[in-house]
């Protein structure tokens, strides 16, 4: 139903002229006994053999520039890094259905004055439309591990949307800002960030 109501208000926008915001549903997992420094220096790793090397340098640039506002510094290096920081992100698709009313006029008589309109009666006319799970995963290292080692995330972050736009460009900086929103933090639960079209640290990714 949930999914139902994000078509319906996308089209609300588009009637009333509101200003589009997404819900951002983050979830955050920590082993670190205390929060992250705002010091600390993070190098923003990409992924050699991402299929799609292109799209992985932008969402990196975007990653390392929220960064830098929250005021931590950006390592040109692994080695020059408190902690290296890596990314995922991807869409999945569902169909779902839903029902919408369609109202029938009735003519005849009522009341004792015949001939006039009124409603008569309606039916639930069922409809599909195609949501559009769109997510991003933010896993944080300690950096130094040795080479050799598979070493264990530290911070992991979870952030999804869902919409009925097949468009990860458009949503990747939402999801970053509520993984980084939560940087380092365990969260306890799922919680929703509403962020909208207008929010400041969007406005600055897109005057970059």
């Keep these: 139903m949930w999914k139902q109501i994000i078509i319906l208000t996308a089209a609300t926008w588009a009637v009333a ?28 790793a990409i992924d050699p053999n991402s299929p799609n090397p292109i799209f992985q340098k932008q969402i990196k640039d975007s990653a390392a520039a929220l960064l830098r506002d929250y005021g931590y510094t950006i390592a040109e290096t692994p080695e020059a890094a408190d902690y290296r920081a890596t ?13 919408t009313p369609s109202y029938h006029a009735y003519y005849g008589p009522r009341g004792g004055y015949p001939g006039r309109f009124r409603f008569g009666y309606s039916v639930q006319t ?24 598979t070493p264990n995330p530290v911070w992991i972050g979870e952030a999804m949307l869902s919409t009925d736009r097949a468009e990860l ?40």
């Design 126 to 149: 069922p409809y599909f439309d195609t949501v559009y799970d769109q997510w991003l995963v933010l896993k944080l290292f300690k950096a130094g591990s040795p080479p050799a080692a």
């Design 17 to 44: 002229g509101c200003t589009p915001s997404y819900r951002v549903h983050v979830n955050g997992y920590t082993e670190l006994s205390e929060s992250i420094a705002r010091s600390a220096a993070l190098y923003v």
């Design 169 to 208: 460009r458009e949503t990747v900086d939402y999801l970053l800002i509520g993984c980084i929103e939560y940087l380092g933090v365990d969260t306890g639960r799922k919680v929703t960030v509403k962020i909208r079209e207008d929010d400041p640290r969007l406005m600055s990714l897109r005057s970059r």
């Design 87 to 99: 990314f995922q992100a991807g869409m999945e698709s569902e169909t779902v259905m839903g029902y």
